[in-house]
């Protein structure tokens, strides 16, 4: 037991220092990291209770080490994560700041457009869900869309927030390698990005809540979009994703909701709204999902309609 505690403390804290530290930084923890190892491996060996004595004092020096990373919001970011949505409440008005509406070329060059815009809260009449897959169909991103009655969609997405010229990595978001961005973009940027330019495949779901549900999840995400502002976060694989974080808002309208796999899984999220009973749509759950695929080019299809209309035209 004692060995096994020691190699996979080991294993756990080199990724953590690889991760979060480089250059001679890297280089002197893990030579530090090192050293304890054997000096605890060498205690063991001279007495039992020394051995153990010698890995919590090294595990104290690892955990004291990792609790001093502290997310920031002042790196340099990547252009599309560079600013995180800002929401000023007025009443039943709600200003969003920094609402994403990029025009994409490829999936990594756009002309930068930033805006500003107010929602009527009274106005407030559909939510629809939708899961992006690129790769695994049990893994997917996860965006909500929020539709106004004069015509106005918007589009919240919880994402990591990468600094100019990193890549998303799994395990660093077990490591506190990234942090935890709020985006609010328009369907003709976040959606069209991914089913025009990146080919992923995307389902829109529509979501049966009432107008007081509609309103308590917008406003969790304003919140969470204020919270952001005033104190950055990291995001986590597991625990702080963009359907776990999605989750802890809809606890708003529920606070027993059921918690299971389709959670990790978050492609299966229509199988989990579904046995909710607010999954929208008609038919076999089957049915719904393959009339939910947005085909990619929607508008070059139908030119007459705006880009909204166009990824629900069925």
Same mark, same amino acid.
């Given at each position: 037991?004692?060995?096994?505690?020691?190699?996979?403390? =080991?294993?756990?804290?080199?990724?953590?220092?690889?991760?979060?530290?480089?250059?001679?930084?890297?280089?002197?923890?893990?030579?530090?990291?090192?050293?304890?190892?054997?000096?605890?491996?060498?205690?063991?060996?001279?007495?039992?209770?020394?051995?153990?004595?010698?890995?919590?004092?090294?595990?104290?020096?690892?955990? #004291?080490?990792?609790? *001093?990373?502290? @997310?920031?919001?002042?790196?340099?970011?990547?252009? !599309?994560? =560079?600013?995180?949505?800002?929401?000023?409440?007025?009443?039943?008005?709600?200003?969003?700041?920094?609402? &994403?509406?990029?025009?994409?070329?490829?999936?990594?060059?756009?002309?930068?457009?930033? $805006?500003?815009?107010?929602?009527?809260?009274?106005?407030?009449?559909?939510?629809?869900? %939708?899961?992006?897959?690129? !790769?695994? @169909?049990?893994?997917?991103?996860?965006?909500?869309?929020?539709?106004?009655? !004069?015509?106005?969609?918007?589009?919240?997405?919880?994402?990591?927030?990468?600094?100019?010229?990193?890549?998303?990595?799994?395990?660093? #978001?077990?490591?506190?390698?990234?942090?935890?961005?709020?985006? =609010?973009? *328009?369907?003709?940027? $976040?959606?069209?990005?991914? *089913? !025009?330019?990146?080919?992923?495949?995307?389902? %829109?779901?529509?979501?049966?809540? *009432?107008?007081?549900?509609?309103?308590t999840m917008f406003m969790s995400y304003v919140e969470? =979009?204020?919270?952001?502002?005033?104190?950055? /976060?990291?995001?986590?694989?597991?625990?702080?994703?963009?359907?776990?974080?999605?989750?802890?808002?809809? &606890?708003?309208?529920?606070?027993?909701?059921? %918690?299971?796999?389709?959670?990790? %899984?978050?492609?299966?999220? @229509?199988?989990?709204?579904?046995?909710?009973?607010?999954?929208?749509g008609e038919g076999s759950l089957a049915d719904r999902?393959?009339?939910?695929? $947005?085909?990619?080019?929607?508008?070059? /299809?139908?030119?007459?309609?705006?880009?909204?209309?166009?990824? /629900?035209?069925?």
């Open positions: 037991m004692f060995f096994v505690i020691v190699s996979s403390g =080991a294993a756990w804290s080199v990724t953590a220092i690889w991760l979060n530290l480089d250059g001679l930084a890297r280089a002197g923890a893990l030579g530090l990291l090192g050293s304890a190892v054997l000096a605890t491996l060498f205690a063991r060996f001279r007495r039992r209770r020394l051995g153990w004595a010698a890995l919590g004092l090294s595990a104290l020096g690892v955990v #004291g080490w990792y609790q *001093t990373i502290e @997310p920031r919001d002042d790196r340099n970011w990547a252009f !599309d994560v =560079a600013r995180g949505v800002k929401a000023e409440v007025t009443g039943d008005q709600v200003t969003l700041r920094d609402l &994403r509406d990029f025009d994409w070329q490829t999936q990594t060059i756009a002309t930068e457009r930033w $805006i500003t815009k107010d929602y009527d809260l009274n106005q407030l009449q559909s939510v629809d869900m %939708l899961t992006s897959v690129w !790769d695994s @169909p049990d893994i997917a991103h996860l965006l909500v869309s929020f539709g106004f009655s !004069d015509g106005e969609r918007v589009v919240f997405s919880v994402e990591i927030r990468r600094e100019l010229g990193e890549d998303f990595s799994q395990i660093g #978001g077990f490591f506190r390698q990234f942090e935890l961005v709020l985006i =609010a973009a *328009t369907e003709q940027d $976040i959606v069209r990005l991914r *089913t !025009d330019k990146r080919r992923e495949q995307v389902r %829109l779901f529509p979501v049966d809540l *009432t107008q007081e549900q509609m309103r969470l =979009a204020q919270e952001l502002d005033a104190e950055p /976060r990291f995001y986590n694989t597991i625990a702080a994703n963009c359907t776990t974080v999605v989750y802890g808002l809809a &606890r708003s309208l529920k606070s027993d909701l059921p %918690l299971r796999k389709s959670l990790i %899984l978050s492609g299966r999220l @229509p199988e989990y709204l579904d046995d909710l009973g607010v999954l929208g999902q393959a009339s939910a695929l $947005i085909m990619a080019d929607a508008q070059e /299809r139908y030119p007459e309609m705006s880009f909204s209309q166009a990824i /629900r035209a069925r």
